[in-house]
């Protein structure tokens, strides 16, 4: 079992830059993929990004690519997303995700978090 905490979210202007953080209990989070996944008012939860149990491959939507960078620290059990460049588009509430493998589908996460709040105004 693995329990996913966000933060890091907040308002921002259009331009700026915010680092998310998850945060997982449980000795199994070195063992896991993560993956950031994003919902806006109205739409789809769609991917963000993903990284594997090492950290050695990574993936990104090309909505974020070139703006996002996917990290983690198995030693503290935490993954980071750092989102520069932010738009007025990024806004959402923003979930990480554990899962077997790194990969842009949400289906093969099993822990999700409860999301953190970003909001880019123009």
């Known amino acids: 079992q693995v329990q996913l905490v966000e933060s890091g979210g907040g308002l921002v202007q259009a331009g700026g830059s915010l680092r998310l953080s998850c945060a997982a209990s449980g000795r199994t989070f070195s063992s896991h993929a993560m993956g950031w996944f994003r919902q806006a008012p109205g739409k789809e939860r769609a991917f963000v990004a993903t990284i594997s149990w090492d950290g050695g491959n990574t993936a990104y939507a090309d909505s974020v690519k070139g703006r996002a960078t996917i990290s983690r620290d198995n030693a503290k059990n935490t993954v980071y997303l750092q989102m520069n460049n932010l738009k007025p588009d990024d806004t959402a509430v923003y979930y990480c995700?554990?899962?077997?493998?790194?990969?842009?589908?949400?289906?093969?996460?099993?822990?999700w978090g409860q999301g953190t709040q970003v909001t880019v105004s123009s």
């Open positions: 995700a554990a899962g077997s493998r790194w990969s842009a589908g949400a289906s093969v996460y099993d822990y």
